[in-house]
C-alpha cells in the first residue's frame, strides 16, 4: 500500500514514516504539510491511502478530505487527530473520511487501522447516530490550531536549541524495534533528514567498529536498570570520525516490562579534539629535563612531570593532591607571602630554593613560577619549572638566575576531564 502522509508537523510526520517503515506491506510514497499541499501531492502521486491531520493551515483535514473524495474517489483517506470526540469522528467520516484514528493511539493503532482499510473495512457513519449535531466542530478546530501553533512555535525553539547546541533526541520502541530520530541527531551522524529507516540496527552500523559492541553491550546492560550514558565514535558517510556522548532513559510498562528509550545524542568532537591536543601537550612536558609542576590555588599538585619524578623521586600518582611546599620541604630565600605578594604583581617570579628528594637529599633548584588566572572560575593556576643546579657553582648559579630574568615566563593551563 502506498501512503501519502500529510501533517503540519515535521516530527508527526517522522514519526508516522517510522512507523509504517516496519511494515513490509505499507510504502510511505511521500509527505505534505497542509490540506492545499495534500491534494497537488496526491494528484502527483495517486496513493493508496492518504493518512491526514485534521488542523492544518491553509486548507484543513475535512475541507481537504471533501475534495480529495471528489478527484480520486479510490484512494482510502484515514484521519488523525488530537481529538477523541464522537462528533468530529462522524465529521471527519461525513467529509469523505474512511477512518479515524486519535493521534495519542497512534503507535498502537495506525498500523491495524491501515490493514483494515486495505482490506475494505471501512467505518459506517451510521454508527453515530445520536451524536450532537449542534457541537461546533469548526470552533473546535480553530481552537485546536491556535493551540498547535503555539506548539509549533515552542518545537521551532526546541529546534533551533538543539541546533546550535549539535544536540539530538531520539525514541526506541522496544517492542517493535523502531527508532524515531529528530533532523538534528541524524545531522549528528552525518545524514540528511530521514536517511534513517527508523529501525536499531541503522543506528548500530553507524558507531565505529572498535566502539559498537562496547557500546551495544552497555546499553543491553542499562536495559535491566533505568539509565544508560556511554560516549562512542561514529563514522560519517564522508569517512570523517566525530565523537558522541549518549544519555537516555527506559520507560517501562505498569507491568515492568520495558517499552521504549528516550534519550539524546551530543556532539563532543571538539571536547575529544581538545582532550587529545592536552595529551600530545602532557607528553612533550615530559620529554624535557626539568621538572615542571602545575599548583592549584591551594598550591596542591595537579600535574608532576617525569622530569618531575626523576628529579624528587615521587611518581605523579604519589605527588597529586600534595601540598608543593610540605611534600619538598622548601627552603624559600624570603618569606612566602612576599613571594606570592610579587606573583600576584607580576605575574612570575624566579630565584633559588632548597628542596628535599624523596631520599632526602637536599636539592639547590632554580624555580621559575608563572601565574594563570582562569576567568570563568576564578581560580588560579601556577606553572613551576624547576632546574637541579645544586652541582654549579654558586657563580654560575646567580649568572643562571640573572640571564633568565631577561625572558618572559609563560603559563599555562592543563584541565582534566572534569573541566
Excluded at 643562571?400 to 603559563?411: G, L
Aim: glycine fraction near 6%.
Amino acid at each position: 500500500m502506498r501512503i501519502l502522509v500529510v501533517d503540519d508537523h515535521e516530527i508527526v510526520r517522522r514519526g508516522v514514516r517510522s512507523l509504517l517503515s516496519a511494515e513490509p506491506n505499507f510504502h510511505v510514497c511521500g509527505e505534505a504539510m497542509d490540506g492545499r499541499d495534500a491534494i497537488e501531492q496526491a494528484q502527483l502521486l495517486k496513493p493508496d491511502a492518504i493518512v491526514m491531520d485534521i488542523s492544518m493551515p491553509n486548507l484543513n483535514g475535512l475541507e481537504a478530505a471533501r475534495e480529495l473524495r471528489r478527484i480520486l474517489p479510490h484512494t482510502k483517506i484515514l484521519i488523525l487527530s488530537q481529538h477523541n470526540l464522537p462528533q468530529m469522528i462522524k465529521q471527519a467520516l461525513d467529509s469523505g473520511a474512511n477512518g479515524y484514528v486519535v493521534k495519542s493511539a497512534i503507535s498502537t493503532e495506525l498500523v491495524s487501522a491501515l490493514n483494515r482499510l486495505e482490506l475494505g473495512d471501512i467505518e459506517r457513519v451510521d454508527e453515530f447516530k445520536g451524536v450532537d449535531e449542534n457541537v461546533d466542530v469548526q470552533e473546535i478546530i480553530q481552537r485546536s490550531r491556535v493551540f498547535e501553533q503555539a506548539l509549533h512555535e515552542a518545537s521551532e525553539r526546541l529546534r533551533l536549541a538543539q541546533q546550535v547546541a549539535r544536540v539530538g533526541t531520539f525514541e526506541f520502541n522496544v517492542k517493535t524495534g523502531v527508532n524515531r530520530w529528530t533532523p538534528e541527531l541524524e545531522s549528528l551522524y552525518g545524514l540528511q533528514p530521514g536517511a534513517f529507516a527508523g529501525t536499531q540496527t541503522a543506528w548500530e552500523q553507524m558507531i565505529h567498529p572498535e566502539d559498537r559492541l562496547a557500546t551495544i553491550s552497555k546499553l543491553d546492560a542499562a536495559a535491566n536498570g533505568s539509565g544508560f550514558e556511554s560516549e562512542w565514535r561514529v563514522v560519517w558517510p564522508d569517512g570523517s570520525v566525530h565523537w558522541l556522548l549518549g544519555r537516555a532513559f527506559l520507560f517501562k510498562e505498569d507491568a515492568g516490562r520495558s517499552e521504549r528509550w528516550v534519550g539524546v545524542n551530543i556532539d563532543i568532537t571538539e571536547r575529544k579534539r581538545a582532550e587529545e591536543e592536552n595529551k600530545k601537550l602532557l607528553r612533550l612536558l615530559d620529554l624535557t629535563f626539568d621538572a615542571i609542576v602545575i599548583r592549584d590555588n591551594k598550591d596542591q599538585v595537579r600535574y608532576w612531570n617525569h622530569g618531575a619524578q626523576e628529579i624528587y623521586g615521587w611518581t605523579a600518582n604519589e605527588a597529586f593532591g600534595n601540598v608543593t611546599h610540605t611534600l619538598l620541604k622548601t627552603t624559600f630565600p624570603e618569606p612566602l607571602e612576599n613571594i606570592f605578594a610579587a606573583l600576584q604583581k607580576a605575574g612570575r617570579w624566579q630565584g633559588q630554593l632548597t628542596h628535599s628528594s624523596r631520599s632526602g637529599e637536599r636539592l639547590t633548584v632554580l624555580s621559575r613560577w608563572g601565574l594563570l588566572e582562569d576567568w570563568e572560575s576564578g581560580e588560579q593556576w601556577v606553572l613551576e619549572t624547576n632546574t637541579d643546579i645544586t652541582t654549579r657553582k654558586p657563580s654560575d648559579a646567580s649568572h643562571h638566575v640573572k640571564n633568565h630574568s631577561e625572558f618572559p615566563i609563560k603559563a599555562l593551563i592543563v584541565r582534566d576531564g572534569s573541566g
